[in-house]
């Protein structure tokens, strides 16, 4: 899979409203109708369901279908809170392409290096991971955004991403809360990296140069700190660089302060 230029000009994960593809949503496994991509919800039931019983239902008959049939999707998304057991019970399902999970309070990601089909994975408000080593394993990941991930700072096994052209690192743009990482010198040996973007985040070595070795860049938004400023010159030179903030708004990195 190689991603579209639409998909580097505005994200892999980027919801175009007058596009939108019907994809089924449910909340109970009743409500499945053979489907290969599905939207389940189903925590966060509200007063639909009356009893924490009846909730509780609900998410483990969903936990045991996923497990018991590993090969009923390719495109999962889940708008509610995931918890761990269903994280690991999606793992199972061994013909997954794209998997995007709005936020949960899952901090393993270990489960998820049983998916080697994966190409697309989007892992929302995430603040309990500890480790993005997991995702460094799937082979054929081609996109990958990680979002408030606060208890990682760390983030040099992505290197193993042989084929990613696509990465977003970034905290919660709603508070704003900012996530710490130690550096970006990993970026220096992903270089088929396409689209790049850092935002929401506190780099410990104010060192954005690594940047600088990616000449297949297309898209890249940066946060408009000072240490980025310092090397814009040299950044909106990349040879393929076309969109992105640095590009729209290029006002942000040439002004004072």
Not at 17 to 23: C, E, G, Q, S
Not at 45 to 71: D, H, I, M
Not at 86 to 91: N, W
Not at 216 to 236: A, F
Request: one cysteine or more; hydrophobic letters at 35%.
């Amino acid at each position: 899979m190689r991603l579209t230029d639409e998909q580097i000009q505005y994200g892999f994960y980027y919801h175009f409203a007058d596009r939108k593809k019907d994809i089924a949503r449910v909340t109970e496994v009743s409500e499945y109708a053979g489907e290969e991509e599905l939207i389940i919800n189903c925590t966060q039931l509200g007063t639909a369901y009356k009893s924490s019983k009846e909730k509780k239902r609900v998410l483990t008959e969903w936990c045991e279908f996923l497990v018991q049939n590993p090969k009923a999707f390719k495109v999962l998304k889940f708008g509610t809170r995931m918890p761990q057991e269903l994280f690991d019970a999606v793992c199972h399902q061994q013909d997954l392409r794209d998997l995007e999970i709005k936020w949960g309070v899952y901090k393993d990601l270990s489960a998820i290096q049983n998916l080697k089909n994966l190409n697309l994975l989007y892992l929302g408000s995430g603040a309990g991971v500890e480790s993005v080593r997991p995702t460094g394993m799937l082979p054929n990941l081609v996109g990958l955004y990680v979002e408030n991930f606060q208890k990682v700072q760390d983030y040099a096994e992505l290197t193993q991403l042989s084929r990613l052209e696509s990465l977003t690192i970034c905290g919660d743009g709603m508070g704003p809360q900012y996530i710490s990482v130690d550096s970006i010198e990993f970026l220096c040996h992903i270089p088929q990296l396409r689209f790049l973007t850092l935002l929401t985040i506190r780099l410990r070595d104010n060192d954005y140069s690594p940047i600088l070795n990616l000449q297949q860049l297309e898209h890249l938004s940066l946060r408009p700190h000072k240490d980025v400023k310092r090397v814009y010159d040299n950044l909106r030179r990349l040879p393929k660089l076309k969109w992105g903030l640095l590009k729209s708004e290029p006002e942000l990195f040439t002004e004072n302060g």
